[in-house]
């Protein structure tokens, strides 16, 4: 039936179970799905209806012929959401102009809200908490497009709208179109190294532009001794400070997104009694390659970001 997957055909009575997505898994008519998907080029044409359909995955959406649960992406698509597909951009040179674009708006997200936070420090504006609410708000709400809900096309678009907004990750920036020859797994891995040292290097280049910063000016990079022992209240703000609330920011927008990436290497689903990692079906959960990433690299995002950071900021 349309929106179910045959993962047993050598035995009888043969196995299915329902696809992730539905509209990935074509196949005889199916009144359970009616009046939910439909055809790309004709939206009159209810896929769950359609007669003398052949079983197999729905490569107009994208997905790969023969792979489990018909949940992988064809060369040349993108994984969007949890379980859907969307074509890269055509030309190459397109992909890349949108990974800039999508750095320069994160510096320039970054920038503004250093500068008005350096600018109100010490102060209790209600600006700054206005800010702060609406950011909360994006994170939470973009959130939502991740929940196993069949969110509208629209709805799916706006959730990453908010989340470009309120988190640094591949709402702005996504590789994926950029390495089609790798598999959903391989690219996933390497993102998790990524993202594990990311945190650090982005730390150390902003401390390198705060101290060249403070070279160029002449100005002092923290409070003298003498200050220090003179009073503890915070008369003037040093290079220092502002070096603290841009990594605090930093991290501020990024931790969603660090702890999206770390649960995602614990994350299976279950077929046939059979554990596989969501973001790529195809890879065992039991795999030797899988245990060797949750060891060194899941078990230490957990510890130093999800837990890690909430820690040292308190």
């Given at each position: 039936?349309?929106?179910?997957?045959?993962?047993?055909?050598?035995?009888?009575?043969?196995?299915?179970?329902?696809?992730?997505?539905?509209?990935?898994c074509?196949?005889?008519?199916?009144?359970?799905?009616?009046?939910k998907?439909?055809?790309?080029?004709d939206?009159?044409?209810?896929?769950?209806?359609?007669?003398n359909?052949?079983?197999?995955?729905?490569?107009k959406?994208?997905?790969?012929?023969?792979?489990?649960?018909?949940h992988?992406?064809?060369?040349?698509?993108?994984?969007?959401?949890?379980?859907?597909?969307?074509?890269?951009?055509?030309?190459?040179?397109?992909?890349?102009?949108?990974?800039?674009?999508?750095?320069?708006?994160?510096?320039?997200?970054?920038?503004?809200?250093?500068?008005?936070?350096?600018?109100?420090?010490?102060?209790t504006?209600?600006?700054?908490?206005?800010q702060?609410?609406?950011?909360?708000?994006?994170?939470?709400?973009?959130?939502?497009?991740?929940?196993?809900?069949?969110w509208?096309?629209?709805?799916?678009?706006?959730?990453?709208?908010?989340?470009?907004?309120?988190?640094?990750?591949?709402?702005?920036?996504?590789?994926?179109?950029?390495?089609?020859?790798?598999?959903?797994?391989?690219?996933?891995?390497a993102?998790?190294?990524?993202?594990?040292?990311?945190?650090?290097?982005?730390?150390?280049?902003?401390?390198?532009?705060?101290?060249?910063?403070?070279?160029?000016?002449?100005?002092?990079?923290?409070?003298?001794?003498?200050?220090?022992?003179r009073?503890?209240?915070?008369?003037?703000?040093?290079?220092?400070?502002?070096?603290?609330?841009?990594?605090?920011?930093?991290?501020?927008?990024?931790?969603?997104?660090?702890c999206?990436?770390?649960?995602?290497?614990?994350?299976?689903?279950?077929?046939?009694?059979?554990?596989?990692?969501?973001?790529?079906?195809?890879?065992?959960?039991?795999?030797?390659?899988?245990?060797?990433?949750?060891?060194?690299?899941?078990?230490?995002?957990?510890?130093?970001f999800?837990?890690?950071?909430?820690?040292?900021?308190l």
């Amino acid at each position: 039936l349309f929106g179910y997957y045959r993962y047993r055909s050598d035995v009888i009575p043969t196995n299915f179970t329902q696809c992730l997505f539905p509209d990935a898994c074509l196949g005889a008519p199916n009144r359970e799905f009616v009046k939910k998907y439909y055809d790309l080029n004709d939206t009159s044409i209810d896929l769950a209806l359609v007669k003398n359909m052949n079983e197999s995955c729905n490569d107009k959406y994208g997905f790969k012929p023969f792979s489990r649960l018909c949940h992988t992406c064809v060369r040349n698509y993108r994984r969007v959401g949890l379980h859907q597909c969307k074509p890269c951009p055509s030309n190459a040179g397109i992909n890349w102009f949108l990974i800039v674009l999508g750095l320069v708006v994160i510096i320039a997200l970054l920038v503004v809200l250093v500068i008005m936070t350096i600018a109100e420090a010490g102060k209790t504006a209600l600006s700054e908490s206005i800010q702060k609410c609406i950011l909360n708000y994006f994170q939470v709400a973009s959130l939502f497009g991740k929940f196993p809900l069949r969110w509208p096309g629209p709805m799916q678009d706006f959730f990453d709208f908010q989340g470009a907004f309120s988190t640094i990750g591949e709402h702005l920036v996504n590789p994926d179109c950029t390495a089609i020859e790798a598999s959903a797994a391989e690219l996933f891995y390497a993102k998790q190294i990524a993202y594990l040292a990311l945190p650090v290097l982005l730390i150390c280049i902003v401390y390198i532009i705060w101290r060249s910063y403070a070279y160029r000016t002449g100005k002092e990079w923290r409070r003298s001794t003498d200050e220090k022992e003179r009073t503890a209240i915070r008369t003037r703000i040093t290079i220092k400070d502002k070096f603290v609330v841009t990594v605090c920011i930093l991290i501020y927008l990024f931790y969603p997104t660090l702890c999206q990436q770390a649960f995602g290497l614990f994350t299976c689903y279950k077929v046939n009694n059979e554990s596989y990692l969501l973001v790529d079906l195809e890879e065992s959960c039991n795999s030797p390659r899988r245990i060797t990433y949750v060891i060194f690299i899941g078990i230490p995002q957990l510890i130093l970001f999800v837990v890690g950071l909430p820690l040292v900021g308190l």
